[in-house]
């Protein structure tokens, strides 16, 4: 049951975010209408998750740690001695008690100097 919360949960944010990306397009009325529609979404959903003892770690402009539970898509187009940073989560990190429940995606970038 658990396991089936985060992939619904996922794909709520997942949802979530694509929202946030479409409301940068549309106009400040609309924007101010929506966000707040969404920021109760996101709210709900959190705590839903918190309920279920479950959380969304988010490490987006994060320093990229190898040992980090994401997997990276873009990792094979950077060098190894490369500073990296986390530009974007695909999915996030899904918590419970016991530990890492789901790890996360993410896109990474060069870190700016």
Same mark, same amino acid.
């Given at each position: 049951?658990?396991?089936?919360?985060?992939?619904?949960?996922?794909?709520?944010?997942?949802?979530?975010? @694509?929202?946030?990306?479409?409301?940068?397009?549309?106009?400040?009325?609309?924007?101010?209408?929506?966000?707040?529609?969404?920021?109760?979404?996101?709210?709900?959903?959190?705590?839903?998750?918190?309920?279920?003892?479950?959380?969304?770690?988010?490490?987006?402009?994060?320093?990229?740690?190898? %040992?980090?539970?994401?997997?990276?898509?873009?990792?094979?187009?950077?060098?190894?001695?490369?500073?990296?940073?986390?530009?974007?989560?695909?999915?996030?990190?899904?918590?419970?008690?016991? %530990?890492?429940?789901?790890? %996360?995606?993410?896109?990474?970038?060069?870190? @700016?100097?």
């Amino acid at each position: 049951m658990e396991t089936t919360l985060a992939s619904l949960a996922i794909e709520s944010w997942r949802l979530s975010k @694509s929202f946030e990306r479409l409301l940068i397009k549309s106009d400040p009325m609309e924007q101010r209408k929506y966000k707040s529609k969404l920021s109760w979404f996101n709210k709900k959903l959190n705590e839903t998750l918190e309920e279920a003892n479950l959380k969304f770690i988010n490490l987006e402009n994060q320093k990229y740690d190898a %040992g980090a539970a994401v997997t990276a898509i873009n990792l094979d187009d950077f060098q190894p001695h490369d500073d990296l940073e986390i530009d974007q989560m695909i999915e996030p990190i899904v918590m419970s008690n016991e %530990g890492v429940l789901r790890a %996360g995606t993410v896109v990474l970038r060069k870190r @700016s100097v």
